[in-house]
């Protein structure tokens, strides 16, 4: 079984950029969660999506939003990118939600410069 | 146990010992629990799960405990091997506004010497 797949690995992008993550989960799995890593703030949660529509939704600003498409497959998007938005992006994925067991990807290193 | 600003706290130990991580958390309205490992260059991997209807649940070589009346979550790691090293952290969710919301603590690193 395919574990949680995330492209691209790595990213550079300057200032002002805005930036798509995407994140492909477990087949069958139908709740896919995105979190921010970094050294300073640990993990967050930044918000889940089920069955299409968000359902769980952090504290981070409007700049970062996402969407989840019929196959389960999700994109996160973060616009107007900051220096302080340079972090591991984590998608994690379960059967259907909070109370099931996450399988997270390997992240994407988004790098603003 | 939790760390404070930039520096994970560390726990070395020997193989073959047996190692206890500690977290304490914040929401007394939490009512499941996870304990994550992360090793360098991976994603979190879960370890294992409590709700707050129990006190304690065994896994495969690990245990976790919960103290709702101190807000503690230990996990215990009996003998402790080299491919244990990671960061190790725990995830409390509780119901904010209708909606779970996930929060991490900030991890300890584990050391483990051959």
């Known amino acids: 079984k395919a574990g949680v797949t995330q492209t691209p690995r790595y990213l550079i992008k300057t200032r002002g950029q805005q930036v798509t993550l995407s994140c492909s989960p477990i087949s069958g799995h139908r709740s896919v969660s995105w979190y921010q890593q970094t050294p300073g703030q640990g993990l967050q949660f930044l918000f889940e999506y089920f069955s299409e529509t968000q359902r769980n939704k952090g504290n981070f600003p409007g700049r970062f939003s996402g969407r989840q498409f019929s196959n389960s497959r999700s994109e996160m998007n973060v616009s107007t990118l900051e220096l302080g938005d340079s972090a591991l992006y984590l998608c994690?994925?379960?059967?259907?939600?909070?109370?099931?067991?996450?399988?997270f990807g390997q992240g994407t290193r988004l790098t603003v410069v | 146990g939790e760390s404070v600003g930039l520096h994970l706290p560390t726990l070395s130990v020997q193989e073959g010992d047996n190692s206890i991580i500690n977290c304490a958390y914040s929401?007394?309205?939490?009512?499941?629990f996870i304990w994550y490992k992360q090793e360098s260059g991976k994603g979190p991997q879960f370890i294992i799960d409590i709700r707050s209807n129990m006190d304690k649940r065994q896994g495969q070589r690990v245990t976790v405990l919960l103290n709702k009346t101190v807000k503690h979550l230990s996990l215990q790691i009996a003998a402790t091997q080299p491919g244990d090293s990671a960061v190790y952290f725990c995830?409390?969710?509780?119901?904010?506004?209708?909606?779970?919301?996930?929060?991490f603590g900030r991890g300890t690193s584990l050391i483990v010497h051959p």
């Open positions: 994690a994925s379960s059967l259907d939600g909070p109370r099931t067991e996450a399988f």
């Open positions: 929401n007394s309205a939490s009512d499941y």
């Open positions: 995830a409390e969710r509780s119901k904010a506004g209708g909606s779970y919301i996930p929060t």
